[in-house]
């Protein structure tokens, strides 16, 4: 066996989840990060502007080979988490646990000693992990672990993209690894329609000045006022473009029992976490990522998720903070006192509205309709001048419209209603998602493809193909207390298309007592029929229950 191969297979056996070697020639993309520097898009972070990130021979002169070494961290998506309890804040999934500065350097230095064992000698080598100035997603690629996506994260095709990368500059020589070069974010563009600072830019960079983890870990000053409500619930890190990634939604799930999370570390409460006093803070977070943003860094954030959070039951803690010493703090408790009481006020005023929640045109006027009879005022989020994207990455309809409607109604203080449906096809085993986004392998096929896709997987099936369409619509009080109504159509999958108007699947699915496609009804019909007309009109009695 090769030295490069046994050493491999050492890495993997220690527990890295992916290794690769490279050479410590300039990083491959250099002319991206020269620009990205030249347009000040590295925001605060100085050490950005270390010469030695254009070359890792400066880094380690007489280095020869440069190991590249990954290591997952839970995918935030699968760890069950209460999603939204009131008032909890969000940390990012790789600052759940341990922080990776520390508790990685003991397992690179156990690959080493292996290596030299192996060699026969010691040589000149540098362990590093974010701890030495090198460009790693640009080794990592050209290593071959993976490719950078729009969102500019390393992503491998079976692990997503939730893990940490680490190096070893090595004075020996490995053999080197064929780049990654392939792309496969093809014309996906989630992750840039899901940041919610708009802050991902077309060259595989970010505005870091924009970007949210820049803003609650790195940055040391206020947040910018217009980033506020854009923060949501976000206390530490970011982990939306990832979220929405395809990549990540498909990848196995494991992750290294070093990174295993700590007790509510994912979404702390945020009431409490605002009253951690310095030591608390710091027997709290010592050995976390968190520690970083420093307690004032980290009680700013928390003023601004509270103050997003609307919860009136939050003013005695806000005003306490308004006597913090330290400023940071003070000036986003104040900012967030306003942001309730102006909600309050609001509140006031919007007494029996409920707010869709959604942008679909298309959707809210279906909707409309069918609640025109209500005496309620039905807003949209474009009246309130609100842009909110919420992922669609739960596992059933019913998660994905209560995700919705309980992201609208705390942002916006008001009743919020959200929906989700698709079609359940029985030979399939009638799985929810089986349409849109969640069914296809995929994450770039259009609505045809994902179509086509279906029919191929059941073209060996015995017919008929039965299925049903179901929708959910979640209703979300602003205080977090979520009720869900349903409705579904009975159908049959017919495998030639009857229609091209109709939208997903509506052209495929035949409601036998009609003989007509979902595609082919008129909208009288389709508003008395629909699996989505069902569940909102079975939502009726609830809103008026609630909102009477
Ligand atoms: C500064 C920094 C940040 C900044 C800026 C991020 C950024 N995208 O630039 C902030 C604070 C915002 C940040 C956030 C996060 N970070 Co950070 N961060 C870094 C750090 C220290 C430097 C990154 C850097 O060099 N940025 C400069 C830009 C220009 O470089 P780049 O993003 O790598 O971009 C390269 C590509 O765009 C490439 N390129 C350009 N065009 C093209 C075209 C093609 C075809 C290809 C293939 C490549 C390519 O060239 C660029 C230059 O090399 C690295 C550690 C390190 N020393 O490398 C960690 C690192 C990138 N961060 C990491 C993590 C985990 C995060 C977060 C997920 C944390 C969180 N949940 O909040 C987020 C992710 C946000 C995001 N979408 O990037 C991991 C990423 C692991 C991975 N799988 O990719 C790293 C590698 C740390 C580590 N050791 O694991 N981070
Ligand atoms: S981490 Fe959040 S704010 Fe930053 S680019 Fe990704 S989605 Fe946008
Ligand atoms: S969301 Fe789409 S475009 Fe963005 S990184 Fe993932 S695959 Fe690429």
Redesign the pocket.
């Known amino acids: 066996m090769t030295l490069t191969r046994a050493v491999k297979d050492e890495a993997l056996r220690l527990g890295f989840a992916l290794v690769g070697v490279t050479t410590p020639a300039p990083?491959?993309?250099?002319?991206?990060?020269e620009?990205?520097?030249s347009m000040g898009?590295?925001?605060s972070?100085n050490?950005?502007r270390d010469p030695r990130?254009r070359d890792p021979l400066l880094v380690l002169p007489g280095c020869k080979s440069i190991l590249v070494l990954?290591?997952r961290?839970p995918n935030p998506g699968k760890v069950s988490q209460d999603e939204n309890p009131p008032a909890a804040g969000r940390v990012?999934?790789?600052?759940w646990g341990d922080d990776?500065h520390l508790v990685l350097p003991d397992r690179l230095k156990q690959l080493v000693v292996f290596i030299e064992t192996l060699a026969g000698n010691s040589f000149q080598h540098r362990c590093?992990?974010?701890?030495?100035?090198?460009?790693?997603?640009?080794?990592?690629?050209r290593a071959g672990l993976?490719?950078?996506?729009k969102?500019?994260?390393?992503?491998?095709p079976t692990m997503g993209?939730?893990?940490?990368?680490?190096e070893i500059l090595l004075g020996i020589e490995l053999e080197a690894d064929q780049?990654?070069?392939a792309?496969r974010c093809g014309r996906c563009t989630r992750?840039i329609s899901a940041?919610p600072t708009g802050c991902?830019l077309p060259?595989?960079?970010?505005d870091?000045r924009r970007?949210?983890?820049?803003l609650?870990?790195?940055n040391r000053q206020e947040i910018p006022v217009n980033l506020r409500r854009r923060m949501g619930n976000r206390i530490?890190?970011?982990?939306i473009?990832?979220q929405v990634c395809p990549w990540n939604r498909f990848a196995d799930q494991e992750y290294d029992p070093l990174f295993k999370p700590r007790n509510t570390l994912s979404s702390p409460e945020l009431r409490s976490e605002l009253s951690l006093s310095p030591q608390d803070f710091d027997r709290k977070f010592t050995g976390s990522p968190i520690l970083r943003s420093k307690r004032r860094g980290y009680l700013r954030n928390v003023a601004v998720a509270l103050g997003n959070s609307r919860d009136c039951s939050a003013v005695p803690d806000l005003e306490k903070a308004l006597h913090d010493p330290e400023p940071l703090v003070h000036e986003h408790a104040g900012w967030a006192l306003e942001q309730i009481r102006s909600g309050e006020r609001k509140q006031d005023q919007i007494m029996n509205k409920i707010l869709l929640a959604t942008n679909n045109p298309g959707k809210i006027l279906e909707i409309k309709a069918l609640l025109v009879d209500l005496s309620f005022a039905l807003l949209t989020p474009a009246d309130l001048g609100l842009v909110l994207e919420v992922p669609e990455d739960g596992e059933s309809y019913a998660d994905n419209s209560a995700k919705k409607a309980v992201a609208f109604a705390r942002v916006s203080g008001l009743t919020a209603l959200g929906d989700d449906s698709g079609l359940e096809v029985d030979a399939l085993g009638g799985l929810p998602g089986l349409h849109s986004h969640r069914f296809s392998p995929d994450p770039d096929a259009s609505d045809a493809d994902r179509r086509k896709y279906l029919l191929e997987r059941l073209s060996d099936k015995p017919r008929p193909w039965t299925a049903r369409f179901r929708a959910t619509v979640a209703i979300a009080l602003p205080s977090g207390e979520v009720r869900l109504a349903t409705g579904e159509c009975e159908g049959e999958i017919v495998p030639v298309e009857r229609g091209s108007n109709g939208f997903g699947y509506d052209p495929i699915f035949l409601i036998p007592g009609l003989g007509r496609t979902m595609a082919e009804l008129g909208m009288n019909e389709k508003n008395r029929l629909s699996h989505r007309a069902l569940a909102v009109r079975n939502a009726i009695p609830i809103l008026k229950e609630l909102l009477d």
Do not use: K
């Open positions: 990083p491959p993309h250099l002319s991206a990060f620009n990205w520097l898009r590295h925001a972070m050490y950005m990130r990954a290591v961290y990012a999934a790789y600052a990776y590093t992990t974010d701890s030495a100035p090198l460009l790693e997603r640009d080794l990592a690629q993976g490719w950078i996506g969102n500019t994260c390393l992503i491998h993209s939730y893990f940490l990368l680490a780049p990654f070069t792309d992750c940041c991902i060259d595989r960079t970010l870091a970007c949210l983890s820049y609650t870990i790195e530490f890190g970011c982990d473009c990832q």
